[in-house]
Nanobody, 119 residues
């Protein structure tokens, strides 16, 4: 009932910046807390950051101080501003949303966008 589409990935030099976007469509009134996850080849999916519908944020220690998660509820869009990028940040980045109580579903994932940081 909710579709998520990420964009903004690409290749950047270490120390550079990138801004990811995730646009939600479908039953957008069902959207609550959203988050960004990432997965490097051969590794599991890792939590990067989350943000509640009210704007309360949480970050993984590895990105604290470098990444900023935000959302525009009117545009149904989630963002991840990534600064001071490191080679360790190279991964496929996925957005995710939890579902509010009145709605049916277990949460939804986007298909991902690739971020590659060169040293």
């Amino acid at each position: 009932q909710v579709q998520l589409v990420e964009s903004g990935g690409g290749q950047v030099q270490a120390g550079g910046s990138l801004r990811l976007s995730c646009v939600a469509s479908g039953d957008t009134l069902c959207i609550s807390t959203m988050g960004w996850f990432r997965q490097a080849p051969g590794k599991g999916r890792e939590l990067v950051a989350t943000i509640t519908s009210g704007g309360v944020t949480d970050y993984a220690d590895s990105v604290e101080g470098r990444f900023t998660i935000s959302r525009d509820n009117d545009k149904n869009t989630l963002y991840l501003q990534m600064n001071s990028l490191k080679s360790e940040d190279t991964a496929a980045y996925y957005c995710h949303t939890r579902i509010t109580r009145p709605c049916y579903g277990t949460g939804y994932w986007g298909k991902g966008t690739q971020v590659t940081v060169s040293s």
